[in-house]
């Protein structure tokens, strides 16, 4: 099995998908995840059957091997139940053997994981897992958030202002929260709370990577369907659902979408970047009519300028957002209006040196032009440049150690609310090597005219003076 490639913005999302975008957009939106998010490469954990046969194998020759030979290899529900009723005190060797049948603590993520993290950070998506991996939580780190797998009311209240991942069968980081038999299943826990089960009622409950009902989630399945009161409002995306869906959802399964969990996850985050985008270009339309004498064709420039968007995955547009955020605390978004004043002065930045590629050096995201490179530095409100530059120095020293420093030296910076070049001496060599006081600029008056406001700039509708603001004499 191949890893997950994602689809870049130019092929358009399934209709079906495109119609959740508003529910999303609203979050009014809850994953309900399974073992088939964790199969696909590179995590590659197992099935719930094939977790069972593992387990089963292990134990043939232990003490437990009398009461587990006659359940059948693919029921790990039954076996955890012979184990706990037959013999309660070697319970933790069967816990033991789910260990070590798959690396549940340290599986690497996969593209549905990323995803998955995204949409928690981004939309605020209210997630539950009946997994035990920790690949979402792992995720967490390449998205510049903080998610956190909470299994009790402890992990909960602890979370502070963390994503909270609701793991209904316990966590692979804490070996005695996992939920493994009928009875653990079974006791009334505090993730059925009225909260939660307000927000199931009221919202789309997506099921991701369930298609095959094993015995051990059956229970927990039945709970979170009997919180929705309108199972049209329940869709199941998996590629072949097996019969007892029918048998869980009364009147049958009314919404099946029969796609990977990557894919669907894809076409979400092309669904509302390609929304977002959209929203540009009818402010560009806008902006024409307010700019009657500019000698640049705003809509022209922003239809370019989305082009050159379409040509990668919706992912890498949202990690450039959150790579290039300055502070903590709140999480940026692509669905924020301030994305919609980036993508308009990247535009105009287009129309002075094309734009032509969207790449990483280091834990940096940028964007290239043919005569410079585009950074994003973003804050919720106003940073002071000598924060800024020590940064930068920060990001350039990591570089240079890992021989990673562009060829190229003219930095543009779209920061919140203001676009500049990056101060010259900041691309010093002694920068990089020992960074000297002079070489930090303090205070914004500093950077002078070489900083603009975001607005002027958008509303600057001459090539000439975009230039002079961006300290550029780019010719044709």
């Known amino acids: 099995m191949e890893e997950y490639n994602p689809k870049p913005l130019a092929i358009e999302p399934l209709p ?71 013999s309660p005190a070697a319970f933790p060797l069967f816990v033991r053997a789910i260990f070590e049948s798959a690396d549940f603590k340290m599986a690497t993520p996969n593209y549905a994981h990323l995803a998955i993290a995204l949409l928690m950070t981004e939309t605020n998506v209210q997630a539950l897992s009946t997994n035990w991996d920790m690949c979402i939580e792992q995720s967490s780190p390449n998205v510049y958030s ?157 239809h370019e300028t989305v082009e050159f968007f379409r040509k990668f995955p919706a992912h890498y547009i949202w990690l450039w957002v959150r790579r290039g955020f300055f502070s903590t ?40 032009c043919r005569d410079f490179v585009v950074e994003l530095a973003w804050a919720r409100d106003p940073v002071a440049s000598r924060k800024l530059c020590r940064r930068k120095i920060t990001s350039l020293k990591t570089d240079k150690r890992k021989h990673l420093l562009p060829q190229v030296q003219h930095f543009i910076i779209l920061a919140y609310g203001f676009v500049g070049v990056l101060p010259s001496p900041i691309m010093k060599e002694s920068v990089v090597d020992e960074p000297y006081l002079a070489d930090i600029i303090d205070g914004s008056e500093a950077l002078g005219a070489k900083w603009v406001n975001l607005a002027e700039l958008i509303q600057t509708g001459e090539r000439d003076k975009i230039c002079k603001l961006l300290g550029t004499n780019v010719d044709d």
């Open 16 to 86: 079906q998908i495109v119609a959740l975008g508003p529910r999303i957009e609203d979050k009014k939106l809850v994953f309900v995840i399974g073992a088939g998010v964790s199969m696909g490469p590179p995590t590659c954990l197992p099935s719930g059957a094939e977790l069972a046969n593992s387990v089963k194998t292990r134990l043939l020759d232990s003490p437990l091997a009398s009461g587990i030979k006659v359940i059948a290899e693919d029921n790990l529900l039954a076996m955890a139940d012979v184990v706990e009723e037959k």
């Open 329 to 368: 605390g709140q999480n940026p978004s692509i669905l924020d209006p301030i994305f919609k004043q980036f993508v308009l002065a990247l535009a105009l930045i287009n129309c002075v040196s094309p734009l032509y590629d969207m790449d990483v050096i280091g834990n940096t995201s940028f964007i290239r």
């Open 146 to 302: 903080d998610i956190v797998g909470c299994f009790d009311l402890n992990t909960v209240m602890n979370a502070g202002d963390s994503t909270i991942l609701l793991k209904l069968h316990g966590c692979a980081k804490n070996e005695l929260s996992l939920c493994v038999s009928s009875r653990q299943i079974a006791k009334e826990t505090w993730w059925a709370t009225h909260q939660v089960g307000a927000a199931i009622e009221r919202s789309l409950v997506v099921f991701l990577g369930i298609g095959s009902v094993a015995e051990y989630i059956k229970l927990t399945l039945q709970k979170i369907l009997s919180m929705t009161s309108d199972l049209s409002n329940v869709l199941i995306v998996d590629p072949v659902l097996s019969d007892d869906w029918n048998s869980l959802m009364a009147g049958g399964v009314k919404n099946h979408l029969p796609i990977k969990s990557e894919e669907f996850l894809d076409d979400v985050l092309r669904t509302l970047t390609l929304s977002q985008l959209s929203r540009v270009n009818l402010l560009a339309q806008d902006m024409s009519k307010e700019l009657p004498q500019s000698d640049i064709d705003i809509e022209a420039a922003v």
